[in-house]
């Protein structure tokens, strides 16, 4: 759906006149003594501020992801861009998000940390998109909806026309966040960002990419939303190591390649060994690099396995999640580990 920015931002972001860094002020051009940012002369590479708008970073992340530059913002992980869509769009204590339920938890803390109604609405029971529901959670305080597709801790990718009569009949921002998409064969959303003015995909080098510790999140969004986030993001929000590790990870494209194809191998032998367990009530359908799976006794069969040193994630409390374990696909030993402790287990 088109949208009216301008009604949607909040008035002080929009009226907002940005901090000009001297990076900004200086950008271009053949100077090479700097003496306007009050840095040290010492300790090349470090001494200078990175590029506040990392042009040479978004240049290869486009190449990777076939999505412009000017329509790609990065920050210190998704979890940046998740907090600046809420400050940018929400006004405290009067708008609200939607988001399905259960997803990734940063989304409600974020909104809480902003002191935004968050309203949860619920999956249907196989973990499945009803449209229909969520929007009639929206009301006219509604600014953002999330969705995240795969899912966390589900696994399951939303159903893409469901998300598609979302994009088409709410007038706020949609966010959908494909943090996994990298293990699963279904179309990815940033590649419609054209047809969706509202939308914001959310992406990060945090899974697929084997890069957690760097902290390099990106959103994909129309060149007017990636602006407004430039404008309230920090001036230097990502570090210089951080964008150096990130064009070196990017140039082992075809290694990080090999790796997604080993966990997607792992993932089809683990969860069919692990599906026929004595402890295993259900394995679900997973489109990512984890599997969520009901099992007898999910609290005793955690701590049992903290015993052997395996850590996975215990879900039991979430909505929907009755006994359920998150397990995150590991290499084939880590795998085995976890096959080989849960067979000694006795129930
Ligand atoms: C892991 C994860 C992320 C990644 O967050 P970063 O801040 O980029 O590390 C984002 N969204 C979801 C749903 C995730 O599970």
Known sequence: ?????????RQNIWNLKPYSCARTEYSQGSATVFLDANESPYNNPNNRYPDPLQRELKAAIARV???AEECTFLGNGSDEAIDLVLRIFCEPRRDNVVAISPTYGMYEVC????????????????????????????????KVIFLCS?????????EREQVERILERFGGIVVVDEAYSDFSTERPFRKDLREHPNMVVLNTMSKAWASAAIRLGMAFASEEIVELMNRVKYPYNVSLPTQKEALAMLRRGPQVGIWIGSILSERRSLTEAFS?????????????????????????????????????RDRSRVELCPGALRITI???DENNALLGALRQYKG
């Open 1 to 9: 759906m088109s949208i009216d920015l301008k009604r949607l931002v």
């Open 65 to 67: 992801k076939g999505v």
């Open 111 to 142: 909104a809480h940390i902003n002191d935004v109604e968050y309203r949860p609405v619920r999956l249907n029971d196989d973990f499945s998109l009803n449209a229909g529901r969520l929007l009639s959670a929206t009301d006219s305080h509604t």
């Open 150 to 158: 795969p899912n966390n801790p589900t696994g399951n990718c939303l």
């Open 276 to 312: 026929i367990l004595p402890l295993c009530e259900k394995v679900f359908p997973t489109d990512a690099n984890f599997f969520l799976a009901r099992v007898s006794d999910a609290r005793k069969i955690y701590d049992y396995l903290i015993s052997c040193g395996i850590v996975v």
């Open 330 to 332: 590991g290499t084939p």
